[in-house]
């Protein structure tokens, strides 16, 4: 009876040697790259296709790409297995002991056969028989590799070494490294070394022994996260918090390099890697001169060459031996045979705030510009502004309730300073986009109770008030002047005549009793006193440059660049990409872990208003800072289970706090309104599916006209209550969002 094998595909790479075709929200394993399927897919169905013998199938993937696995596994027969997610990338050893610790506690134990999930291996019944002849090995307790007869001096794989062989078998001598082309050349003259395919067979007891002697923490971390892994239909999910303690090392590394007695398989198949544009074009069917073409491409008296277009037009002359490959959004151009160095330029783009290496061109993603525009006028207009301009004020005391039941009704809570501001903003901005409701009177309600019950004998502004309008804290805070000061910008251009005088009297208040005495930026409060942090200071930013926009007056352009020189001196981390929030009095980062904390959504809010700077001062390289923060958001600081961004992460980007609130989801969608059409890429289907991802997790849940504030880990709701202060961000965005697509509509 044949041995079973329980097959595990590994497909967690991004695939940037594939660049400009394989990016991270669309790498190389879900691309049809030789017009037979996805990579993805074929591995799939190739495992699948054993003549006999037990084979369940298992893929272990990302979170990120959960969906569009759950589509491609549909209508494969897994015998049995299952999908695997991984919350964050640890490397392939972490992925070879899950491989192990699933075949442990699924069948005792059991032959392991682990694959990635981006080869093109044409020959399944090949495949196979390569396979079967490692068993006797692996049932043996060997860990079994498989070789790959070298046709060329290649520098762009790992190589065996191969020593004494015996019934189809041999010993491994050594693995080494991508070699250089003179050293690649001995090899090939050698005979005895082979590629390494990256495909292993092993007993799961045996890999379980060889962690345990060699990296027992990757073992042990690796089944902690398993053992309290969740599933669904969809497939299992490691918890991230225990998962990202993982050490992240590759298979060879950790193990395959440390263990004795391996032995090797050299295959009958046929194999490649797809891992350059050299490789497609060597398996790709080609033209009479040798040219592989794809998409709508004409090409004259050309020769050897792959050329590629996955959008406009693309002609070429004359060429020999060139790559090109065109999206709607960039072109790679390079001789074949240095196409291998893409991974060059994706660095460089990376490091300059590029994002055209994460994100998938717009005919790609097929989401129309301007698709929300109907839900988001609907909600913003009839239904959201309707029940906050009644059930969210307060007419017997006052003011604006500080938030709501998800029954509508009014809490009995504090009222802060920032949200009493922050209404009367939101009140304004929608009078601006055309509300036809009683903005006016709301403005002077809010304003009026701010004024009479909030003011300080200083003549700033205290921090709460109690529920009756009495003084609860007396604090003038930085963050709430802030508020203040852009709830006044708005409601002088609406009309009102107390904003002016009230916000000449807050500006005053601003310089004499908050601004640091050294000129280093504002105090939290008047005393000076505990930790410095940003994020007041990028609500002070907001407001500047909102009495900027109101008036004309640069002196308020003048104050927005001292923030922005705070901004490139102390609060922007150039390595990390991420915005530091806590700093001692001399803006040092904060000890511990405060220190480490950055939170997406400011980096998203920072994003827009670096941009807005940018265009009013002239200081154009603040986009590229923009670019940086919004890469560097998404690409650490979204749950990949949602999509959603993190309350918080380090600067490494391990998440601090997981869960994920709608404010930042509204600055995202801000950020990438911002960026689009400042020289990157097109993020108008970002900035879809941003909406998309707000109105998915945060809005449609909730009754009408409210909102889920919290949302855990696994996308369910931890909301209580329905807090006013985001009224602010959701006006904000949306409305941003609409006038982006305002020729939509047309």
């Excluded at 790559?323 to 074949?336: C, E, G, L, R, Y």
């Excluded at 991802?693 to 409210?706: E, M």
Aim: charged fraction near 25%.
């Amino acid at each position: 009876m044949a041995e079973r094998i329980v097959s595990f595909v590994m497909s967690g790479g991004v695939g940037s040697r594939l660049w400009p075709l394989s990016r991270e929200d669309n790498p190389k394993q879900f691309h049809d790259l030789s017009g037979d399927g996805s990579m993805l897919v074929k591995t799939l169905k190739r495992l699948a296709a054993r003549d006999e013998g037990e084979t369940p199938i298992y893929l272990i993937a990302s979170e990120r790409h959960a969906e569009r696995v759950r589509a491609d596994l549909a209508a494969i027969d897994l015998a049995g297995g299952g999908a695997i997610f991984e919350p964050t990338g640890r490397n392939t050893a972490a992925a070879v002991a899950i491989a192990a610790l699933q075949t442990i506690k699924a069948y005792g134990d059991g032959t392991v056969l682990v694959v990635p999930s981006d080869h093109e291996i044409s020959t399944q019944r090949q495949f196979w028989e390569t396979v079967e002849n490692g068993v006797p090995a692996a049932v043996a307790g060997r860990m079994v590799v498989f070789g790959i007869r070298p046709t060329a001096p290649e520098t762009g794989y790992g190589y065996i070494e191969a020593g004494a062989e015996g019934g189809g078998v041999s010993d491994v001598t050594r693995f080494v490294e991508k070699p250089d082309l003179k050293t690649a050349e001995g090899y090939l003259a050698a005979g005895n070394f082979f590629w390494n395919a990256g495909i292993f067979l092993f007993k799961a007891s045996a890999m379980r022994a060889a962690f345990l002697k060699h990296q027992p923490d990757i073992w042990q971390k690796a089944e902690a996260a398993f053992q309290a892994q969740t599933s669904d239909l969809s497939g299992v999910y490691m918890p991230l918090d225990l998962y990202q303690d993982i050490p992240s090392n590759s298979i060879d590394y950790a193990i395959m390099e440390r263990v004795d007695g391996i032995a090797m398989v050299p295959a009958s198949f046929r194999w490649n890697d797809l891992g350059s544009w050299q490789s497609l074009l060597d398996v790709s069917p080609s033209d009479k001169d040798g040219n592989v073409i794809v998409g709508d491409v004409v090409a004259i008296d050309c020769e050897n060459s792959y050329l590629r277009g996955e959008g406009r037009l693309l002609s070429a002359i004359g060429l020999k031996d060139v790559a090109i490959v065109s999206t709607s959004d960039a072109t790679f151009v390079a001789p074949v045979s240095h196409s291998q160095n893409v991974k060059k330029i994706v660095e460089q783009l990376e490091k300059s705030g590029r994002l055209e290496t994460k994100f998938t061109p717009a005919h790609g993603r097929v989401i129309a510009n301007g698709a929300w525009r109907r839900r988001v006028q609907h909600w913003l207009m009839d239904e959201t502004l309707p029940l906050w301009s009644t059930s969210g004020v307060d007419e017997q005391f006052g003011g604006f309730y500080e938030a709501l039941g998800f029954d509508a009704r009014p809490l009995a809570k504090p009222k802060r300073m920032r949200t009493m501001a922050r209404q009367v903003y939101a009140f304004a901005v929608a009078k601006q986009r055309g509300w036809d409701g009683r903005a006016d009177q709301l403005i002077d309600h809010g304003i009026r109770f701010m004024a009479d019950k909030g003011r300080t004998e200083r003549g700033g502004w205290v921090r709460t008030l109690n529920p009756d309008g009495s003084v609860l804290d007396p604090v003038e805070d930085a963050y709430d002047h802030a508020c203040v000061l852009l709830a006044l910008a708005h409601a002088h251009r609406s009309g009102n005549a107390e904003a002016l005088v009230l916000a000449t009297e807050t500006f005053a208040f601003l310089d004499k009793h908050l601004e640091d005495e050294r000129m280093t930026g504002f105090m939290e409060s008047p005393d000076g006193e505990g930790v410095r942090r940003s994020n007041p200071h990028m609500h002070l930013l907001e407001a500047f440059l909102a009495w900027h926009a109101v008036t004309g007056d640069r002196a308020y352009l003048r104050r927005a660049a001292r923030i922005i020189d705070l901004f490139r001196s102390h609060f922007f981390e150039v390595d990390s990409w991420t915005l530091g929030e806590f700093f001692d009095r001399d803006w040092h980062p904060a000890p511990g872990e405060k220190g480490q904390w950055t939170e997406p959504g400011h980096h998203f809010e920072w994003a827009s208003l670096l941009v807005d700077f940018a265009d009013k001062s002239g200081q154009k390289d603040l986009v590229a800072f923009g670019r940086k923060l919004y890469a560097s958001a998404v690409a650490n600081g979204l749950n990949r289970a949602t999509g959603l961004a993190y309350g918080a992460v380090s600067r490494q980007g391990l998440p601090l706090d997981n869960i994920s609130r709608s404010w930042p989801q509204t600055e995202a969608i801000k950020a990438a309104v911002a960026l689009d059409g400042t020289g990157g890429p097109d993020l108008k289907p970002e900035i879809e599916a941003r909406v998309g991802r707000l109105f998915r997790w945060h809005i449609d849940p909730a009754p009408q006209g409210l909102w889920i504030d919290q949302i855990d880990e696994r996308g369910r709701s931890l909301a209580k209550e329905v807090p006013a202060s985001i009224f602010y961000h959701l006006v904000t965005a949306l409305t941003q969002y609409l006038d982006k697509t305002e020729d939509v509509a047309h």
